[in-house]
């Protein structure tokens, strides 16, 4: 299980150990290149400086701990000065005593400010390595919130396209069980019955599909057609025309992006007119755009604009809220026809297979279409 900001500790450890040893492997070729250059290299030296340099890397050990573990911020401040004094004293007693032991160096007789300017000396070490380690820490701690910060802004934005994913099945049931309580209290039982078990059939399908997975536009299509199955129980006046080209069949979109809207075309096209409704679903691929339109009969005689409510209102939202403003939806009211008309990105998906091109269905289609079409997609 990944550990929280909480139980994180900046730097960690890997990076701190790459950060110690390049910093005192470079303070090893700086004493090399000055010993080069007045002359006085010689194979005692550089033994000496590599010793030296791995006992500085040594004592930045528990000086990392210290910073790593000290976070709030007035301490840690006490505690970075507190470890580069206690890691200079030691560091310049160790320096000292390695060159009295292998050179026999004598300290001079002003001890104690030679003692003290040692010591200041590789405090300056001890205070870059500080901040070097610090920056590094804090560094690595920007980069995590701001990975953190991303993944949480991505899984709310999941959540809220479920959310509006999970509002069509709702709304759709509502419209079905009305339908099926109109046909019990005219006595049509059989045809009930017959639409019950469509609906189960259709539910079986959709609670199967990934509601952030997208689908191709062709699978969406077959959808519909079983919508159709179920609206035409009750109605015997309704088709559907599709003209859609082949790459636009193919093309990926957010799964029942097109239920809403097929359902706002029936039930007005069906209340504006003489009982007969078509509805057409046009869809290409234009500039690398998916265009889709869903347009359906309306009596002249009609006020108003239909269908703004849920449907359209849920469908825009899911829009705006998975392409921002690469996607769009216009609502066209004309005098005798009422079209939805849908922008999006462009996402070829495999290819599917159209024949023919432009294709009219009247009345029900068997589900099986529907269900071998799903099972495809799995």
């Given amino acids: ?16 150990a790459v950060l110690t040893v390049a910093f005192w492997t470079a303070s090893f070729l700086l004493n090399e290149v000055g010993d080069l250059i007045d002359g006085s290299a010689r194979p005692l030296l ?24 000290v976070r709030r911020a007035p301490w840690r401040l006490i505690a970075a000065v507190a470890g580069i004094v206690v890691a200079a004293i030691l560091y ?11 050179l026999n160096e004598v300290d ?14 590789w405090g300056i070490f001890f205070l870059a390595w500080t901040a070097l380690h610090l920056a590094l820490g804090y560094g690595q701690y920007g980069r995590f919130e701001s990975e953190r910060s991303r993944r949480l802004e991505a899984l709310a934005h999941d959540a809220q396209l479920r959310a509006l994913r999970y509002q069509i099945d709702p709304h759709f049931l ?52 079983a919508y159709l199955e179920i609206e035409a129980v009750r109605s015997d006046g309704l088709s559907i025309r599709e003209t859609v080209s082949a790459d636009a069949a193919a093309a990926l979109v957010p799964p029942l992006l097109l239920q809403p809207l097929v359902e706002n075309a029936i039930k007005h096209g069906r209340s504006s007119t003489d009982g007969k409704s078509v509805v057409t679903i046009a869809a290409e691929i234009c500039d690398r755009e998916l265009r889709l339109t869903i347009e359906n009969d309306k009596a002249p005689s009609a ?26 939806l216009r609502i066209v009211d004309g005098r005798s026809r009422f079209a939805v008309a849908l922008r999006l990105p462009y996402s070829p998906g495999p290819a599917v297979v159209r024949a023919p091109q432009v294709r009219t269905i009247a009345g029900p289609e068997p589900l099986d279409i529907l269900r071998s079409a799903a099972g495809s997609e799995g």
């Fill in 46 to 69: 550089l033994g000496l400086h590599a010793v030296a340099a791995t006992v500085g890397i040594l004592i930045c050990v528990p000086l990392h701990l210290l910073l790593r573990h």
């Fill in 174 to 225: 509502f419209n079905t069980l009305n339908s099926m309580s109109a046909l019990v209290i005219t006595g049509r039982a059989a045809q009930a019955e017959r639409m019950i078990g469509r609906v189960a059939r259709y539910f079986e399908t959709t609670l199967a599909i990934d509601p952030l997975q997208d689908v191709p536009l062709e699978t969406e299509l077959v959808l519909q057609r």
């Fill in 303 to 328: 006020r108003g604009r239909p269908g703004t409510g849920t449907g359209l209102r849920n469908t825009r939202e899911r829009l705006e809220r998975r392409y921002g403003a690469a996607a769009s």
């Fill in 92 to 102: 310049r007693d160790f320096a000292l005593f390695l060159r009295r032991v292998a």
């Fill in 108 to 121: 001079p007789p002003w001890d104690w400010l030679w003692r003290l300017y040692i010591a200041v000396y």
């Fill in 1 to 16: 299980m990944p550990r929280t900001t909480a139980s994180r500790r900046f730097p960690t450890l890997a990076s701190a």
